[in-house]
C-alpha cells in the first residue's frame, strides 16, 4: 500500500473542460508538493503547499492543501493539450525530510 | 538555465551485467538524489547524498547496487549484476540542502532495459 494514494490514475478529456485529481494519505504531511512529468523526461515542480486549508493557483492550476494536511487536489480549468502528462504529489512528513511520491495520475488532453 | 545532467539517456543491457549511470547535478547544489520510477509508478528514493555522504540508502539494495558522490559533485549509480526487475527509468535530483523546504531538480533520466 502507498503512503500516498492518487486518483484517478488515467484521466482522458477533450480540450477545454475541467478536471480534478487528488492526493490523499491517513498520515499527516508536512509539506506536499505537486509535480508534472512528460513522457522521457523528470518531473517538474508545480507548487509546493504547507498550511492546512491553503489554496494555490497558478494560472488554470488550482492546488488545495485539506485542513488536516493529510490529503491535496489539483484542479485544472479549461484544459489544454499542453497539459498532458503525468501528475504527481509528493510529501514529507513531518517528522523527517523524505520526499514520498505517489503513483501518479496519467492525464491526456485531446484537441 | 542550470539543468542536472544524466547519461546515458537510454541503455540496453542483458541480465548478469554490469551498468552505470552517471548524474551531474545544479552547480552549488550539496544534496543529491538518486530514484528509480518504474513504468506506470512515482518515483522512489534509492540514495540521498549530502555532499560526499550518503545520508539515506535504506531502499538502496546494497547486495547489487551501489552509489558514490567521491568528490561531493557528481555521482555514480551502479548495478551488478542486472536483474530483470531492474528495467526501469532511473532518475538523479538535486537541492541546495537536504530539508524538504528546498526545492528538487529532476534530470531527464536514463531509462534502463534489462534482458
Known amino acids: 500500500t502507498q503512503l500516498l494514494e492518487q486518483s484517478p490514475q488515467f484521466l482522458s478529456i477533450q480540450e477545454g473542460e475541467n478536471l480534478t485529481v487528488y492526493c490523499n494519505s491517513s498520515s499527516v504531511f508536512s509539506s506536499l508538493q505537486w509535480y508534472r512529468q512528460e513522457p522521457g523526461e523528470g518531473p517538474v515542480l508545480l507548487v509546493t503547499?504547507?498550511?492546512?486549508?491553503e489554496v494555490k493557483k497558478l494560472k488554470r492550476l488550482t492546488f488545495q492543501f485539506g485542513d488536516a494536511r493529510k490529503d491535496s487536489s489539483l484542479h485544472i480549468t479549461a484544459a489544454q493539450p499542453g497539459d498532458t502528462g503525468l501528475y504527481l504529489c509528493a510529501a514529507t512528513k513531518a517528522a523527517g525530510n523524505k520526499l514520498t511520491f505517489g503513483g501518479g495520475t496519467r492525464v491526456l488532453v485531446k484537441p | 538555465e542550470a539543468e542536472v545532467a544524466q547519461s546515458p539517456r537510454y541503455k540496453i543491457t542483458e541480465k548478469s551485467q554490469a551498468v552505470a549511470f552517471w548524474c551531474d547535478p545544479i552547480?552549488?547544489?550539496?544534496?543529491l538524489y538518486w530514484y528509480r520510477q518504474i513504468l506506470g509508478q512515482g518515483p522512489e528514493l534509492l540514495v540521498q547524498?549530502?555532499?560526499?555522504?550518503?545520508?539515506?540508502d535504506s531502499q538502496l539494495p546494497k547486495d547489487r547496487f551501489s552509489a558514490e558522490r567521491l568528490k561531493g559533485v557528481d555521482s555514480t549509480l551502479k548495478i551488478q549484476p542486472a536483474e530483470l526487475g531492474d528495467s526501469a527509468m532511473y532518475l538523479c535530483?538535486?537541492?541546495?540542502?537536504?530539508?524538504?523546504?528546498?526545492?528538487?531538480?529532476f534530470g531527464p533520466g536514463t531509462r534502463l532495459t534489462v534482458t
Open positions: 503547499v504547507v498550511t492546512g486549508g
Open positions: 535530483a538535486s537541492s541546495l540542502g537536504g530539508l524538504p523546504t528546498y526545492e528538487q531538480y
Open positions: 547524498f549530502q555532499d560526499e555522504s550518503v545520508v539515506d
Open positions: 552547480s552549488g547544489h550539496a544534496t
